[in-house]
C-alpha cells in the first residue's frame, strides 16, 4: 500500500496490541458519516434509528449525544430527550413541533425574554396566533382566553425575572381536559428540584448552559418528552438539521455529575442574600419562593424539594439609574452579566414592566423600582453579603 493511501485510509499496519480497558469520561465522537457492513444492515440500522430516536447520520450525534439525552431525560422521568445547541432553541423547537398554521398558543408573560420575541416575530408568520397570560391568572381567566383553535400551554415556574410561582399539576390536568398540550421552561427547578412530567407536563425544557453544564463555559439545551410528543419534537430536530457538537455534550456529562453537589451551595447561598436583602432600606421587595413570606412559597414547598441560586430584588422607587449604575459598578464578587447558573455570582439589572403586556404593573405590593436580578454563586455567603453592603454604601455617595 501506497503511503498516501495509508494516510488516508489509517491503516498502518495495527502492530501495537490494543487492550480492552477504557477511561472513566466518555470518548468525544466526531463524525459526520457512519459505516456500514451491507445495504440490509444500513436500511436495519436507519429504520431503527427512526424508531429510536437515535443516530445513523452525523448530525444526530454519536454514543456520547445518547448518553447524554439520557441522563438529562431519565432525572425527569421522561420518555426520550432530545439535545440541541442552546436552551433559547430548546424552547423553541417544541413550539414549532406541536404548532402550525391556524393554531393559538397560550403563552406565559413572563417568558424568557428571546422567546418572546420569537412568539412575537416568527410565529405569526407560520399561521400562529399567541396569547400571552399572566402568570397569576386563574384557570377561569385562561379559560376566558382559550380559543377552539388553542393547541398548546407554555409554562414557567417561577417566571423568568420576576418569580411568579405556578400551580403546575392544576394547569396541567386543565390543559389535558381541554386536549392542549403542555410545554414548561423548566431551568430553573434544574430537573433535579422539579420534575414537571410527574405533574402531567409533556414537555420540559432547559437552558442546559445554566446548571446543567454549570461553568460559563457552554451554551447547551435539552429538551425532556414523553411518549406522546417526542416524535413530533425529534422530527423539528431532522428537518431543521438541529446538530449538537460533541464537545459540548461532553461539558454537559460532565457538568451534570456535580449538579447536585453544586445546588445545594446556590441555593442556599442565595438565601442568604435573599434575607440579607430583605432587611435593607433601599429594597422594596425581594422575589423568591423559597423565602416564606413570597406569594409562591406554598407552591414551591409543595411541588419543589429545592430552590437554585437566582432570584429578584424591587428596588425602591427612589434609587434612580445613576444609583443603580454606581451600585452595580462597587460590586466586587457580582459580574454585570446575562446568564446565570455558573460558578460565580452576578447581578443584572432588569424592567419587566417594559415587556409583559398582559400582567398589571406595578403588581400590587410589590413594588415599582428597578428590579435587579442576583445569581448567588458558589463564593463564600458572608463575603457576598459583605459586598452587597460596601456597595450599597457606594451608591449613597451618588
Ligand atoms: C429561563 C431561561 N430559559 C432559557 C434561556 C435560554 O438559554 P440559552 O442562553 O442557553 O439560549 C435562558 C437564558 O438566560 C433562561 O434564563
Given amino acids: 500500500m501506497k503511503d498516501v493511501t495509508k494516510l488516508v485510509t489509517g491503516r498502518h499496519g495495527h502492530k501495537m496490541e490494543r487492550l480492552d480497558v477504557r477511561t472513566v469520561n466518555p470518548s468525544i465522537n466526531r463524525g ?27 448530525i444526530n450525534g454519536g454514543d456520547i449525544t445518547v448518553d447524554w439525552q439520557e441522563a438529562f ?31 393559538n398558543l397560550l403563552m406565559i408573560d413572563s417568558v424568557y425574554g428571546p422567546v418572546r420575541t420569537f412568539c412575537d416575530n416568527y410565529l405569526p408568520r407560520i399561521g400562529v396566533s399567541v396569547t400571552y397570560y399572566d402568570p397569576l391568572c386563574t384557570l377561569d381567566e385562561l379559560d376566558r382566553l382559550r380559543t ?9 415556574t417561577p417566571g423568568s425575572v420576576t418569580f411568579e410561582m405556578q400551580d403546575i399539576p392544576a394547569l396541567a390536568a386543565w390543559a389535558k381536559d381541554h386536549s392542549l398540550r403542555t410545554i414548561i421552561d423548566n431551568t430553573w427547578g434544574t430537573g433535579l428540584y ?9 414537555i420540559s425544557t432547559h437552558a442546559a448552559t445554566k446548571y446543567m453544564c454549570g461553568h460559563s463555559d457552554v451554551v447547551s ?29 461532553y461539558m454537559g456529562l460532565r457538568g451534570l455529575r456535580t449538579m447536585a453537589i453544586r445546588l445545594p451551595v446556590h441555593w442556599h447561598n442565595g438565601l442568604a442574600l435573599a434575607n440579607h436583602l430583605k432587611g435593607l432600606p433601599e429594597v422594596a421587595n425581594v ?16 411541588d419543589f424539594t429545592g430552590a437554585s441560586g437566582l432570584f429578584s430584588v424591587v428596588l425602591s422607587r427612589d434609587v434612580g439609574w445613576e444609583q443603580v449604575d454606581a451600585f452595580l459598578r462597587a460590586l466586587k464578587l457580582y459580574g454585570l452579566g446575562y446568564s446565570w447558573g455558573g460558578f460565580e455570582s452576578l447581578c443584572v439589572p432588569h424592567r419587566p414592566q417594559a415587556e409583559r ?11 415599582d423600582g428597578f428590579f435587579l436580578r442576583f445569581h448567588a454563586g458558589l463564593e463564600d455567603p ?17
Avoid at 414523553?226 to 464537545?247: H, K, Q
Fill in 382 to 398: 458572608d463575603d457576598l453579603i459583605a459586598d452587597i453592603d460596601q456597595a450599597i454604601h457606594a451608591m449613597k455617595k451618588v
Fill in 357 to 367: 403586556t398582559a400582567s398589571t404593573w406595578p403588581r400590587p405590593g410589590i413594588g
Fill in 73 to 103: 431525560c431519565e432525572l425527569e422521568n421522561g420518555f426520550r430527550g432530545v439535545a440541541v445547541s442552546s436552551g433559547l432553541l430548546a424552547c423553541t423547537a417544541p413550539l414549532l413541533a406541536l404548532l402550525g398554521q391556524g393554531d
Fill in 287 to 302: 422575589l423568591h419562593p423559597a423565602l416564606e413570606q413570597d406569594p409562591g412559597h406554598a407552591l414551591w414547598q409543595r
Fill in 221 to 249: 439545551g435539552a429538551i425532556v418528552c414523553n411518549e406522546e410528543t417526542v416524535r413530533e419534537v425529534e422530527a423539528i430536530r431532522d428537518l431543521f438539521g438541529l446538530s449538537v457538537a460533541p464537545d459540548e455534550i
Fill in 32 to 58: 459526520s458519516t457512519y459505516l456500514y457492513d451491507s445495504m440490509n444492515h444500513m436500511s436495519e440500522v436507519r429504520g431503527k434509528a427512526r424508531e429510536l430516536g437515535t443516530q445513523s447520520y452525523g
Fill in 148 to 156: 377552539p383553535s388553542t393547541r398548546v400551554l407554555y409554562l414557567e
Fill in 194 to 202: 422539579f420534575k414537571p412530567l410527574d405533574h402531567g407536563v409533556d
